[in-house]
């Protein structure tokens, strides 16, 4: 088990060789395991410590484990710590019922069935792991939330800013050279200004297309994912100056389903934006591999490199681009790497396919 997957386990009883035998016990499940001897003892460990689960002895001095569940109890910190009591002396229904009432999730009688003790101590061990992990999904999952919701607003600012700055300027002058046209009489005057008037437009025409073919290239509904890929790595080449290499595997490379193709460039694409924006990279190398029922697409470049938490995928430590490459990968039952190249970064998304079945539904279509 992984040290940063272990839980607390925290074990309180007066007597030593009490807390011996219960070590001897549980040292198969390979959790940390924390003894006390006290009830305070108990509760500096419990200040200091992420504790999974409290083993106490119900009658010890100066504090029983009925009081000290009940002060464990009226922490907010501790309302959902388990706390399993062993005892061999309060063993009636009525002491049962005391110990469930001071916060008790479980209530063993000595003598201990050492099986029995690791059953349930796995079990709540386990549930607070589970716990754990969700409660990080979720703290990234808004993070991520809160990023996606940013990064809308920054493409809306972009294309706005895209098509006030570009566009309009263009239709702004083009309309000028329109009015012009009218008011001049003289012939050569209005040819001028008329092809001016166009060269204009067709710029004007050019940055519409070019804008939607970024944002959804035509290229990969009509003739598929290559030759959309073929044409992205060269505007990415013309615009950037990042050298690209494309290959391909095998070279007579077939369809695959709409939504595969798709999510394939995506990935490709958010992958060569972070090339750009924050590789520092001067070459790319872009491979897609069909091989076995699995497609791979593998983009490599020649940069500064990640870090290790974020070659590792860790919560907290990826952005909303790896974040939606994984998700697109996972849709499909596949998964994504990140892998520290010396120099560089190698992006792997490997996502199984069935190519007949892609075929066959673009045929039927």
């Keep these: 088990m992984n040290t940063d997957e272990r839980v607390n386990i ?3 009883d007066d007597q030593p060789a009490k807390l011996l035998s219960y070590e001897a016990i549980l040292a198969e499940l390979g959790e940390n395991l924390i003894k006390a001897n006290s009830g305070r003892e108990a509760l500096e460990h419990l ?39 062993i005892s061999a002396v309060h063993l009636t229904d009525v002491d ?15 003598p201990v069935i050492p099986e029995l003790l690791r059953a349930k101590v796995s079990v709540f061990a386990e549930l607070h792991r589970k716990a754990g992990q969700l409660e990080r999904l979720n703290n990234e999952l808004r993070r991520l939330s809160s990023r996606l919701i940013t990064m809308q ?30 008011q001049q009489d003289n012939g050569q005057s209005r040819k001028q200004a008329a092809a001016e008037a166009s060269d204009i437009i067709d710029r004007a025409i050019q940055q519409v297309r070019s804008m939607s073919h970024l944002l ?25 100056g990042i050298e690209t290499s494309f290959d391909i595997q095998p070279p007579e490379f077939p369809r695959l389903a ?28 872009v491979t897609l591999r069909l091989q076995d029922g699995q497609v791979m697409a593998t983009v490599r470049d ?64």
């Design 10 to 12: 925290l074990m309180v």
């Design 47 to 85: 200040l200091k410590k992420d504790i999974a689960i409290v083993l106490m002895d119900v009658s010890m001095p100066e504090l029983d484990g009925f009081e000290l569940a009940e002060m464990i109890r009226q922490h907010p910190r501790f309302q959902k710590t388990a706390i399993i009591f």
């Design 96 to 110: 049962r019922l005391k110990g469930y009432q001071r916060g008790a999730v479980d209530y063993i009688s000595v």
């Design 216 to 240: 959804h290239p035509p290229l990969l509904d009509e003739v598929g994912l290559l030759s959309a890929l073929q044409w992205y790595l060269e505007g990415i080449t013309q615009r950037t």
């Design 153 to 182: 607003d920054e493409e809306r600012r972009r294309i706005a800013r895209e098509l006030h700055d570009g566009l309009g300027q263009e239709l702004v002058a083009a309309k000028i050279l329109c009015h012009r046209l009218v």
């Design 258 to 285: 709409a939504e595969l193709e798709t999510a394939i460039f995506r990935i490709i694409q958010e992958a060569m934006t972070n090339v750009f924006r924050h590789a520092a990279a001067h070459r790319a190398w």
């Design 302 to 365: 020649d940069g500064k490199g990640i870090g290790k938490q974020v070659a590792a995928l860790q919560p907290g430590s990826i952005g909303i681009g790896i974040g939606g490459m994984r998700q697109r990968t996972k849709e499909f039952g596949g998964e994504l790497r990140l892998i520290c190249a010396d120099p560089g970064t190698i992006v792997e998304a490997m996502i199984p396919c069935n190519t007949a079945v892609a075929q066959d539904a673009r045929a039927t279509a």
